[in-house]
């Protein structure tokens, strides 16, 4: 790139709405190639703020994640502040523990902390002297035509502001979507769950984890689930997942101890009874929403990415990793178009909604699986199948799960090749049974049984049917 064009391109200005984990990540992205970065975050800056309130407060980070950190030089530093997850550890409802391994020594999750990852990324935008991070802006408005946003800010003030280009991370309630949603040909589908979450702190007990720390903690209880990630504070964040209707029935303190000694009895002592009694009453459930929506670009104006563009509910642990690969996706289309909005975000659009979709559809189908079939023998067992066809062919049935969490196939070939492979699984079991039947005919045949005996009772079976019919 000469110096003229290098001056050009540095005129161009990218907003970008949003200024939580997807946001803050492109930020990075776009001012490492040298655009004028401006990020407008409606809350205050969480760096200087006392009380930060959000969603969930650690997240599981996988390979996606893990990729694009590493494409703006921040993946060591993250990794170091989590806590690998080697295996998941099932809660069976008697107290017994079970252990599955995530893959092979390398393959682990992360669990991070939320609010920390989202500092860190803000702090490492920051550095770029081509980016500003404007806080305490709440997007109201925007125009498709002329790029130009309305803020409106807690001193009641407005602001406007215009942008080359507009990248909107501003969540699943996405306010750069509306504008979306205003147009002909755009495609959009938003589900709530019936199940709400709610997560509870489990301490440290005499400064050590009270539980296995290198773990995802499973309690698989069919309707009623609960997980728990470590934190690097030796406590554990545990997160109930349970329908509203549930929540809504237990309203004293005796019925969240008689509702946990049912289904969690191991956790009361490790959360504490009175821990228990007064954090379930802290908030009410938290709802889950799931969106999908097509395409992910206005003109050459507008982009949407993270949530704003995939929402998923969160029976995967991807929603932050599939908005972090949106970053890598859209850099590398970048790249391939030479930064030409009006070819780059089409592009974008073709590219990424069939895996926007498809990781949306398996989060959901996660969902409707565990709560329907999913208790702790048959997670256990699943896992151990999957694994055991892995073993007999490494190369061919590689597991869902897997895939989706330890690779970058995308996403929506990861559906297509699982879908293939457990055609492969019918095979086998239909030749194994079609093997069986025909090694049996093979073996009557050879030594035919004595057919008198056989003849008898079926005539016992055939008086039986009539001795029932006449009385
Ligand atoms: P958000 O994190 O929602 O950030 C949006 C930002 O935009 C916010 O800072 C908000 O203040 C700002 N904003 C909103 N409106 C405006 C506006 N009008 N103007 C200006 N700014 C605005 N993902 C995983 O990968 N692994 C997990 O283990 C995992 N666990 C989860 C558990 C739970 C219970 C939940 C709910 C989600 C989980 N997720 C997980 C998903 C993950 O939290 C999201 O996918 C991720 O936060 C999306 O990032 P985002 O930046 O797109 O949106
Ligand atoms: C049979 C057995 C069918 C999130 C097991 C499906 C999800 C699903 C919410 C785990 C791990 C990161 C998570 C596994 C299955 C996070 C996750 C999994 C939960 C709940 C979660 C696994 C945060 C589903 N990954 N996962 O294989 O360990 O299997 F349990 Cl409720």
């Not at 200005?13 to 409606?42: P, Q, T, Y």
């Not at 589908?189 to 903690?217: C, D, R, W």
């Not at 492969?424 to 039947?437: D, F, H, P, R």
Request: hydrophobic share 40%; glycine share 6%; net charge positive.
């Amino acid at each position: 790139m000469d110096e003229s064009s290098r001056e050009a391109k540095r005129r161009k200005v990218v907003a970008v709405v949003g200024g939580g984990l997807v946001g803050a990540l492109n930020a990075c992205f776009f001012a490492k190639r040298g655009f004028d970065v401006e990020l407008f975050e409606a809350r205050e800056d969480i760096r200087t703020a006392r009380t930060v309130k959000g969603r969930s407060i650690n997240l599981a980070l996988s390979h996606r994640a893990r990729q694009a950190l590493k494409h703006v030089g921040m993946e060591e530093k993250i990794v170091s502040q989590g806590i690998p997850m080697h295996a998941r550890m099932i809660h069976s409802l008697s107290g017994k523990h079970s252990a599955i391994p995530y893959g092979k020594k390398g393959q682990y999750i992360l669990s991070v902390d939320r609010a920390n990852l989202n500092k860190q990324l803000l702090t490492a935008a920051e550095t770029y002297p081509n980016t500003t991070l404007k806080f305490d802006r709440k997007l109201l408005d925007w125009s498709p035509e002329t790029g130009e946003m309305t803020f409106s800010r807690l001193d009641g003030l407005e602001e406007h502001s215009k942008a080359d280009l507009i990248v909107g991370c501003d969540g699943a309630f996405s306010a750069i979507r509306k504008q979306f949603l205003r147009r002909s040909r755009f495609n959009y589908s938003q589900t709530y769950i019936p199940h709400g979450y709610m997560e509870l702190s489990m301490p440290a007990v005499k400064g050590e984890f009270a539980m296995e720390p290198n773990y995802l903690h499973i309690w698989p209880r069919n309707t009623f689930m609960m997980i728990a990630l470590p934190n690097m504070d030796k406590t554990f964040t545990c997160t109930l997942f349970m329908p509203f209707e549930e929540f809504d029935k237990i309203t004293t303190e005796d019925e969240v101890i008689e509702f946990f000694q049912k289904y969690f009895s191991d956790s009361i002592p490790l959360i504490g009874v009175d821990a228990l009694k007064r954090d379930f009453f802290r908030l009410p459930g938290q709802a889950m929403v799931s969106v999908k929506c097509s395409p992910y670009h206005i003109g050459d104006k507008c982009v949407i990415m993270g949530d704003a563009a995939h929402a998923v509910v969160p029976f995967y642990g991807q929603g932050m990793n599939a908005g972090f690969e949106d970053c890598i996706v859209f850099d590398e289309i970048m790249e391939k178009f030479n930064e030409d909005f009006s070819a780059v975000l089409p592009e974008y659009t073709t590219v990424r909604v069939p895996d926007g979709h498809a990781i949306a559809d398996l989060a959901m189908y996660n969902y409707v699986e565990m709560r329907a079939h999913v208790n702790s023998r048959w997670f256990l067992f699943r896992k151990h199948v999957d694994n055991f066809f892995h073993f007999l062919m490494p190369k061919t049935m590689i597991p869902l799960y897997t895939m989706v969490t330890f690779t970058r196939t995308r996403y929506h070939q990861a559906v297509e090749r699982w879908h293939w492979q457990n055609k492969v699984i019918n095979y086998i079991l239909l030749g194994s049974a079609t093997g069986v039947v025909l090694g049996v005919s093979y073996l009557l045949l050879k030594n035919p049984p004595d057919v008198s005996r056989l003849r008898l009772s079926t005539d016992k079976v055939w008086n039986k049917l009539l001795a029932i019919r006449s009385p």
